[in-house]
């Protein structure tokens, strides 16, 4: 049992020989998207780190993966958001002598809104995690993974990397941060055998859009949302064979492909006047199946399309 200075507690058991062991590093695995990254990396026959805050979400889907795997899925409770997170993470990993192969910097968090109801606090917590963890997660890990030859980084961005996005602006630009970190980074280390790789969600069936305040819209309506089992299934797989930019799902690939080419000017003007569409219209438009843990966005039934993000 190793105990880091403040709030993560894990318990490791991977000791034997003095060979390190080879881990894949997976944040915000406690749930969504993560989680279900977790669950595809240990099918692929690797030991699972999971890291979030909320320890016994950790654990409950560190079991759950457990029951589909002979490899070891262990738990770090740590913020990431906290100045050192990275640092302290490196050395919880290097006590129990664990090698991070692969790292998932998959943590994430939105705040949507119009930008004079932007919560201050949560913008802060955005940067902090979105960009600054990441970063620093990135450039803590990287040079281990090139010694060794191999392995590498999946960074998750999302499809709003590709175009600036009205009353998502700093979350849009944050993903738009690790899309060209990612990719600069990976033309820098390929030759090296490590990659580092990017996946471009668009809606994933998550709580995340309901945490970032976004209620049911006509936005909603419109884009394909796609299931984070089949999300984190293409990511996985888009890694293991070595593609530089993953987006998952047809729909979503021909959108990014018109959003290479077509001007951004007048498409964020449409933008702008579908995220300002009040949702009660929304309502009259047919809306595709939703899952029971998406049906929380259901729930919310006011005129706007934004709520407070937690
Ligand atoms: N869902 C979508 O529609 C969508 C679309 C495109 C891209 N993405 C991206 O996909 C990634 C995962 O999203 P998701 O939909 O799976 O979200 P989610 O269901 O809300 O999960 C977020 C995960 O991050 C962890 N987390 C949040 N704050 C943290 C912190 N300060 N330190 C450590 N861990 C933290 C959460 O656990 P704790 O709260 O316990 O810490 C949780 O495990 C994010 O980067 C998101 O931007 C999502």
Request: include cysteine; hydrophobic fraction near 45%.
């Amino acid at each position: 049992m190793l105990q880091s200075d403040g709030t993560s507690v894990c318990k490791f058991d991977l000791h034997g020989g003095s060979e390190r062991t080879s881990v894949v590093v997976i944040t915000g695995g406690s749930e969504g998207l993560g989680r279900a990254l977790g669950s595809k990396f240990a099918a692929g026959g690797h030991n699972i780190i999971l890291v979030a805050r909320d320890s016994e979400k950790l654990n409950r889907a560190a079991e759950e993966i457990r029951k589909t795997t002979s490899h070891a899925v262990l738990t770090i409770a740590i913020d990431l958001t906290e100045p050192d997170a990275a640092s302290r993470l490196k050395s919880i990993l290097d006590q129990a002598r664990l090698q991070v192969e692969i790292l998932v910097n998959n943590a994430g968090i939105g705040n949507f809104g119009p930008r004079e109801k932007m919560n201050e606090s949560t913008l802060r917590m955005l940067l902090e995690l979105n960009i600054r963890a990441t970063t620093e997660l990135t450039y803590t890990f990287l040079p281990e993974m090139i010694a060794s030859g191999k392995g590498g980084i999946l960074n998750v961005a999302s499809m709003s990397a590709f175009i600036p996005m009205p009353y998502m602006s700093i979350y849009a630009a944050s993903k738009s941060f690790v899309f060209s970190m990612s990719r600069s980074l990976d033309q820098e280390v390929r030759h090296t055998g490590t990659r580092v790789i990017v996946l471009a969600p668009g809606i994933v069936d998550t709580l995340f859009l309901a945490k970032a305040g976004m209620k049911r819209s006509l936005w909603l309506s419109l884009m394909p949302t796609m299931d984070a089992d089949d999300v984190a299934r293409v990511g996985y797989e888009g890694f293991v064979a070595g593609r530089g930019v993953i987006i998952p799902g047809a729909a979503n690939m021909i959108v990014a492909a018109i959003l290479k080419i077509l001007p951004h000017a007048p498409l964020m003007r449409l933008l702008h006047l579908v995220f300002s569409y009040p949702s009660t219209m929304a309502a009259a438009i047919s809306q595709p199946k939703r899952s029971p843990r998406a049906a929380v966005h259901d729930k919310e039934n006011a005129s706007e399309p934004f709520g407070d993000a937690a």
